[in-house]
């Protein structure tokens, strides 16, 4: 490119060449920041409480092994204050961030032996899982649940799959 283009009179700062081998492995970090950056310092406050209970063990036997379960509770509450530097207003999207949310879930997981010890299945097992919840913000449920398949025909080699869904509140 021209780098005596007469934009670096309008903008006051010179082209840089980004393909420049200093720039690009970080020698001339400096150089590149005094030609288009600027310190600008904001301020991010989150906050997160959490409170949580889980029992988890076996609840019995089956031939394969024990069917193993965990159950829960849990409540989380976030906040964000996050606060752009007055130098970028205007220059960005980017606004203050303010507000809070809270959130209540229940889950159940499951892990069932299937076989065990048998030619070409060393172990098949079945994991289960879901959880509900409810955002404070979005004030509907949902639910969200995974199955998994984990199957090993050696003790070397182990086969696993899973399909489920996944669920992000609004923010």
């Given at each position: 490119?021209?780098?005596?283009n007469?934009?670096?009179?309008?903008?006051?700062?010179?082209?840089?060449?980004?393909?420049?081998?200093?720039?690009?492995?970080?020698?001339?970090?400096?150089?590149l920041?005094?030609?288009?950056?600027?310190?600008?310092?904001?301020?991010?406050?989150?906050?997160?409480?959490?409170?949580n209970?889980?029992?988890?063990g076996?609840?019995?036997?089956?031939?394969?092994?024990?069917?193993?379960?965990a159950?829960?509770?849990?409540?989380?509450?976030?906040s964000?204050?996050?606060?752009?530097?007055p130098?970028?207003?205007?220059?960005t999207?980017?606004?203050e961030?303010?507000?809070?949310d809270h959130v209540?879930?229940?889950f159940?997981?499951?892990?069932?032996?299937?076989l065990?010890?048998?030619?070409?299945?060393?172990?098949l097992?079945?994991?289960?899982?879901?959880?509900?919840f409810?955002?404070?913000?979005?004030?509907?449920?949902?639910?969200?649940?995974k199955?998994?398949?984990?199957w090993?025909?050696?003790?070397t080699?182990?086969i696993?799959?899973?399909i489920?869904?996944s669920?992000?509140?609004?923010?």
């Open positions: 490119g021209d780098w005596n007469p934009l670096n009179e309008i903008t006051g700062r010179s082209l840089v060449n980004y393909f420049d081998p200093g720039f690009l492995d970080g020698s001339k970090w400096r150089e920041y005094n030609a288009i950056g600027e310190y600008l310092t904001g301020n991010t406050l989150y906050k997160q409480q959490d409170l209970a889980t029992v988890n076996n609840l019995f036997e089956l031939p394969a092994g024990p069917v193993n379960a159950f829960g509770a849990e409540y989380r509450h976030m964000i204050d996050d606060r752009p530097p130098a970028s207003w205007g220059l999207g980017a606004g961030t303010k507000g809070s209540t879930e229940v159940v997981e499951v892990g069932v032996p299937i065990k010890g048998l030619p070409g299945v060393e172990s097992n079945i994991d289960l899982s879901g959880r509900e409810k955002y404070g913000s979005v004030g509907s449920s949902a639910n969200v649940w199955y998994g398949l984990n090993q025909p050696i003790p080699f182990r696993r799959g899973t489920g869904t669920y992000r509140a609004p923010a």
